[in-house]
C-alpha cells in the first residue's frame, strides 16, 4: 500500500468526556448495588477515586439527577434517588404498554435475519448470566430487547422506554440476585424469542406484557418486604 494512501485513511475512536466517564461509572456503581437508595455521593471523595477535580464530578452528578438516578438537594449535596414502590409500579406498567405495542409492530416486520440477530445477543445475555457478570447482563438485557424492538421503526417510543427502564434496573438486578430469578428469566426470554420466531404476533405481546408485570409485582414486594425490615432495624 502506498504511503499516500495509508496517510489518507481516517479512524475512527469514541471520544468521551470526563464528566460522561465518571458518569457511566457511578451509574454502573448504583445500578449494581455498591451505591443503595439514600447514600450520599460525596463530591470530593469521588473526585479523590477518580483522580480528578470536583468540576467533572460535579457535572456528572447533574447527568444522572437526569436520569433519575441521583437527587442533588440543597445544603445535603447528591445522593442516590429512591423510587417510591407506587412509582416501581407505574414503570413496570408503562413497560408493558410500550414494550407490548413495540414488539407488536415489530413481528410483522421481522426478517429472519432479526430473529438470527436477536438469538445471537440472547446467547450472550446468557453467557453473562452463567458468569454473575451483572454489568454485562444489563447492557446486553437492554440490547435483546432493543432487538426484536427495532423492526417496529418507532425510535421516539424506544427512547422514552429507555429513560423508564433505567430508573427500575438496580432493583432489578437486586431482585435477580435476592430471589434466584435468573433461570426462570432466561426460560421467559427464550419463550419470547421462539414467538416472534414463529410470527405470532398475539402471543408474543401478551407473553411479553404478563412477564414484565410479573416481575414487577415480585419485585415490588420484595422491595416492600426489604424497606419494611430497614424501617424495623433502624428503630431498635
Known amino acids: 500500500m502506498r504511503h499516500g494512501q495509508e496517510t489518507s485513511r481516517t479512524h475512527r475512536i469514541e471520544r468521551r468526556s470526563v464528566p460522561e466517564n465518571i458518569r457511566d461509572s457511578l451509574q454502573e456503581r448504583i445500578l449494581s448495588g455498591e451505591f443503595r437508595e439514600g447514600d450520599a455521593l460525596i463530591q470530593d471523595v469521588i473526585a479523590e477515586e477518580y483522580n480528578v477535580s470536583r468540576i467533572p464530578v460535579r457535572e456528572a452528578l447533574r447527568q444522572l439527577e437526569a ?123 427464550r419463550e419470547i424469542l421462539r414467538l416472534c420466531a414463529i410470527r405470532d404476533a398475539a402471543a408474543a405481546t401478551r407473553y411479553l406484557r404478563d412477564h414484565i408485570l410479573h416481575a414487577g409485582r415480585a419485585l415490588v414486594a420484595e422491595l416492600r418486604a426489604e424497606r419494611a425490615g430497614r424501617s424495623v432495624r433502624s428503630a431498635v
Open 67 to 189: 436520569s433519575g438516578l441521583v437527587v442533588i438537594q440543597i445544603h445535603k449535596g447528591a445522593v442516590v434517588a429512591s423510587i417510591p414502590t407506587e412509582q416501581v409500579e407505574e414503570i413496570f406498567e408503562l413497560r408493558a404498554l410500550l414494550e407490548g405495542d413495540l414488539l407488536e409492530r415489530a413481528i410483522p416486520r421481522m426478517t429472519d435475519q432479526d430473529i438470527i440477530e436477536a438469538s445471537q445477543v440472547l446467547t450472550e445475555l446468557e453467557a453473562s448470566f452463567a458468569r454473575g457478570d451483572m454489568a454485562s447482563w444489563g447492557r446486553l438485557n437492554s440490547a435483546f430487547h432493543r432487538r426484536l424492538y427495532a423492526p417496529a421503526g418507532r425510535p421516539q417510543t424506544l427512547a422514552i422506554l429507555q429513560g423508564i427502564s433505567l430508573q427500575a434496573e438496580r432493583y432489578i438486578r437486586l431482585h435477580l440476585v435476592l430471589t434466584d430469578g435468573l433461570a426462570e428469566a432466561q426460560q421467559e426470554h
